[in-house]
């Protein structure tokens, strides 16, 4: 897997390379629709979608306003149940803790299931320098493992492999030739896993929700390795965003149903494990000791931001990723960071704090606002995208000919006079320029739009040129009209005024 942090020049440079990958593209197609079309039929088996929507959003926005509040009762109550709490300012502090962790219990390996937090601060790549091995028992997470690559998707890791790169991947592994059908390839793993489980000291996993009022975490899967995570290892971490809090069992009811319906389109994940601390005497199982690493990294930076709070709400599901045109078309690893699609755009230099070493990514967007439609707690992402862009103008960090380009035309379009001569001009000048009805020069800022499709042309006669015209016509027109319109409009209020009366007895 390559450095962490280490990016591959610019978000156009890795999209160009997507486009032009046939497998990704139509692996990331395939399966972004079929998890939209999910998405959409479970919502509307609902019944009561968008009301179940406004609950949601109304519960994260309460939440994260008295973060400090249930943040508190949480590690209270955690501790009370015997969990060991870690606070983590940045990523290189929580992948130290988890790290000291696993050296003080002498562990030589560390079963995981999938955990985008453990993704963001490079908790793989920091065991394996230690020398401990680190096994990722999500299938996907599996997969890209073996590819040594990044999530692309935040529920899909390997959303951008077909069966037939998978099963020339676990081939490597299996020492023989896999078919590429998924039972197969899915018995090899599971035949695999099974040993790493029974042999790891330490299990780690993510966190969908912390409850405050009773100090549990709750993991939503569908393959049953978490549950074997935080079941056979005497040890289990747990490294969770500082955000991931609600208050009550009966909101987890709210996000029981908005999470799976928008992530994978299933009334319920297969599985959903609530775990309020270690082994009790009386449990059959569980593990002996139970961490719980909370993480910031730059999240507190979001609080008290009024245009950047709701960020943290999102609750993971990856529904903005599956709607995003732009991330079906370039898959996840053209964002360059942890997380991808809209919300990566977003959450990434949110969490760095650092705009400069980010300031393309919030271009990769259309701002269709599709994310904002898909998202089950209404995080209007495509709103925050602008701000990144007037933030990273306002920063200095703006295409400055792009920025003479807008003071230019806010100077033309100012001025009427002006705005008419350089229509004007312009009708004259693509006369040039104009083949099948539109614009097909490739220079400028024509150049990035034209190699794709083709710029629209003016038309021939400008709304405004036309107006003169439009005007004479209508003050031309029969006065008798008007009042037969008039006439025609007064009958139709009289006949509501007297069906609204005889409503009203």
């Known amino acids: ?75 209270n109550n955690a501790r009370a149940n015997g969990v060991h709490i870690h606070f983590a300012d940045t990523s290189a502090e929580a992948a130290a803790i988890a790290l000291d962790i696993a050296e003080h219990k002498q562990a030589s390996s560390v079963v995981k299931s999938k955990s985008m937090v453990s993704e963001e601060v490079h908790l793989n790549h920091v065991l394996e320098e230690a020398g401990i091995e680190a096994i990722e028992t999500d299938l996907g997470e599996y997969i890209i493992q073996l590819a040594g690559e990044a999530p692309s998707h935040i529920v899909i890791p390997a959303i951008h492999k077909n069966r037939y790169q998978i099963a020339e991947l676990l081939s490597k592994e299996a020492g023989e030739v ?86 994978t389109g299933q009334k319920l994940t297969m599985y959903m494990s609530g775990i309020t601390g270690p082994r009790r005497t009386a449990d059959g199982d569980g593990p002996d000791e139970m961490h719980i690493i909370i993480v910031d990294n730059g999240r507190s930076l979001q609080l008290g931001d009024p245009e950047f709070q709701e960020l943290l709400n ?36 949110a969490l760095n704090g650092n705009i400069d070493e980010w300031n393309d990514i919030a271009s990769a967007s259309s701002l269709c606002g599709a994310c904002y439609e898909a998202c089950p707690v209404k995080i209007p992402l495509h709103d925050m995208l602008v701000y990144l862009r007037r933030r990273k103008v306002e920063d200095g960090h703006g295409n400055k000919l792009e920025t003479m380009g807008m003071k230019g035309f806010a100077a033309v379009a100012a001025n009427s006079k002006r705005f008419a001569a350089a229509i004007r001009l312009g ?22 739009w034209n190699t794709y499709r083709v710029a629209p042309s003016l038309a021939k006669k400008s709304f405004r040129q036309q107006w003169s015209k439009l005007e004479q016509e209508l003050s031309q027109q029969p006065t008798v009209m008007d009042s037969a319109v008039h006439e025609r409009m007064q009958q139709i209020i009289r006949e509501r005024g007297e069906g609204g009366g005889k409503h009203g007895k």
Not at 314 to 335: E, F
Request: net charge positive; with cysteine; glycine share 10%.
């Open 427 to 448: 009708q004259l000048g693509q006369k040039a320029v104009v083949r099948n009805g539109g614009i097909t020069l490739k220079l400028g800022p024509l150049k990035g």
């Open 1 to 75: 897997m390559s450095q962490p942090g280490v990016m591959a020049e610019t978000v156009k440079s890795r999209a160009e390379l997507a486009l032009n990958d046939d497998f990704l593209r139509k692996a990331v197609k395939f399966t972004t629709e079929r998890l939209r079309n999910g998405k959409k039929a479970a919502s509307e088996e609902h019944g009561n979608w968008e009301e179940w929507r406004e609950r949601g959003r109304q519960i994260r926005l309460h939440t994260i306003a008295h973060l400090d509040y249930y943040l508190n009762e949480f590690v």
């Open 314 to 349: 999102c609750i993971r599901c990856g529904a903005c990723l599956n709607a995003c045109p732009v991330y079906r078309h370039i898959g996840g690893h053209a964002y360059g960071g942890t997380y991808s699609g809209p919300i990566g755009a977003v959450l990434t230099p």
């Open 178 to 263: 896999l078919e590429p059908d998924t039972t197969v390839l899915a018995g090899f793993v599971r035949k695999k896993l099974r040993e790493k489980f029974l042999e790891a000291d330490i299990g780690l996993t993510g966190c969908n929700f912390a409850i405050a009022e009773t100090g549990s975490m709750v993991l939503f899967e569908n393959e049953g390795n978490a549950r074997m995570v935080s079941t056979v290892p005497r040890t289990q971490i747990t490294l969770m965003g500082m955000e991931r809090i609600i208050p009550s069992w009966a909101d987890l009811e709210v996000m029981a149903t908005l999470l799976p319906r928008s992530a």
